[in-house]
T-cell receptor
Framework: NAGVTQTPKFRILKIGQSMTLQCAQD?????MYWYRQDPGMGLKLIYY???????DKGEVPNGYNVSRSTTEDFPLRLELAAPSQTSVYFC???????????FGQGTRLTVV | GQQVMQIPQYQHVQEGEDFTTYCNSS?????IQWYKQRPGGHPVFLIQ?????EVKKQKRLTFQFGEAKKNSSLHITATQTTDVGTYFC????????????FGKGTKLSVIP
């Protein structure tokens, strides 16, 4: 049972480059989330989805885009990477709104 | 928007001492969840509280949800080195919110 799988684990981007962080879950969860974690700053919600075809902005969506074409996948797209996007990105999923969230292992992104 | 605050930000304790972290929300929460993140790891769900005044225990860990559903606490009795990590609270604000908002966390260090 893989749970929530994120790829890649590490990535270095140059300023202005673009990339997609992949997230897949095999638990048939409806809810999926993208968070970024900066040192000492906790987890900030970027985007979330309550089901295939439905996404919405979280607290810090600027500079990111998401899509949810299937229940399993919830990729996060960074366009025109900036140093301020250097962070650890976590994808999470939950079956319903008030159930536990399962997190992926994270993607450590550095923008130079 | 909803804000979830946690104190203290850091806590150093001698092994065997007790530890408490507090979580306060700017809005009434429909539920509160607690997560633990080991150094270099991802957040792992510990527990969820839903009812006003609810108290739950997991071995040496005691979780409380305030009567007004705006605050919560996690108390660890007789800390062990395995308790090291960052403890986060997270909650949904109100019945219609899909956003799971995290506090900044309390980083616990245990001195053997």
């Amino acid at each position: 049972n893989a749970g929530v799988t994120q790829t890649p684990k590490f990535r270095i981007l140059k300023i202005g480059q673009s990339m997609t962080l992949q997230c897949a879950q095999d638990m048939n969860h409806n809810y999926m989330y993208w968070y970024r974690q900066d040192p000492g700053m906790g987890l900030k919600l970027i985007y979330y989805s309550v089901g295939a075809g439905i996404t919405d902005k979280g607290e810090v969506p600027n500079g990111y885009n998401v899509s949810r074409s299937t229940t399993e996948d919830f990729p996060l797209r960074l366009e025109l990477a900036a140093p301020s996007q250097t962070s650890v990105y976590f994808c999470a999923s939950s079956y319903a709104r008030n159930t536990e969230a399962f997190f992926g292992q994270g993607t450590r992104l550095t923008v130079v | 928007g909803q804000q979830v605050m946690q104190i203290p930000q850091y806590q150093h304790v001698q092994e065997g001492e007790d530890f408490t972290t507090y979580c306060n929300s700017s809005t009434t929460l429909s539920n509160i969840q607690w997560y633990k993140q080991r150094p270099g790891g991802h957040p792992v769900f510990l527990i969820q509280l839903v009812k006003s005044g609810e108290v739950k225990k997991q071995k040496r860990l005691t979780f409380q949800f305030g009567e007004a559903k705006k605050n919560s606490s996690l108390h660890i009795t007789a800390t062990q080195t395995t308790d090291v990590g960052t403890y986060f609270c997270a909650g949904h604000s109100g019945a219609g919110s899909y956003q799971l908002t995290f506090g900044k966390g309390t980083k616990l260090s245990v001195i053997p």
